[in-house]
């Protein structure tokens, strides 16, 4: 999927939940407005998240919903974090393209990147520092040095060191420092 779909469309989930801050998303939030309950999970293998979606559903693993997120319960929370804004990216990039319509199931698994996960991983970068945000909060920080910039940026947008620098490269904005 072209970078520039998945943007818009992480954009669009943004607006439709009115998310309209100066940095950090409330990423739990967004995901309950989207009808979806999240919890801790415990894994015994290299999994991350994983996300089920099961239309017309009372509940899923005891949960009253038809759309559940899981995330990994040892995981800081700033990785929690993209973990579910992650497993929104499957739902709104994936879930729709789905060949079992009303009932999609995911996990995600550390080990290997794919097109799809590459596409999700993408879309939560969009959706947890959008890039009218995370720019205008770079330019805000112009005097100071790149490692300053990433330590604020990480905690600004509640996310871990890593990911604000693919950030970075993402935007282009490592060839202007």
């Not at 770079?138 to 990480?154: G, H, P, Q, T, V």
């Amino acid at each position: 999927m072209d970078k520039k779909i998945i943007e818009e469309k992480a954009h669009e989930v943004l607006e439709t939940v009115k998310d309209t801050g100066d940095a950090a998303v409330e990423i739990i939030r967004l995901a309950q407005t989207l009808g979806f309950v999240v919890g801790n999970a415990i894994f015994h293998g290299d999994e991350d998240g994983f996300i089920v979606v099961k239309e017309g559903a009372r509940e899923i693993f005891g949960q009253e919903t038809d759309k559940l997120i899981g995330v990994r319960a040892d995981c800081s929370t700033e990785w929690k974090r993209f973990i579910i804004a992650h497993e929104i990216g499957h739902y709104i990039l994936h879930y729709n393209s789905a060949e079992s319509k009303g009932l999609y199931a995911h996990r995600d698994h550390r080990k290997g990147k794919g097109p799809i996960e590459n596409e999700a991983d993408y879309f939560a970068a969009n959706l947890l520092m959008p890039s009218d945000r995370f720019i205008k909060n770079y330019d805000e920080l112009c005097n100071l040095s790149r490692e300053e910039k990433i330590l604020i940026l990480a905690k600004r947008f509640n996310v871990t060191r890593k990911m604000v620098e693919r950030r970075f490269e993402e935007l282009k904005l490592d060839e202007a420092v």
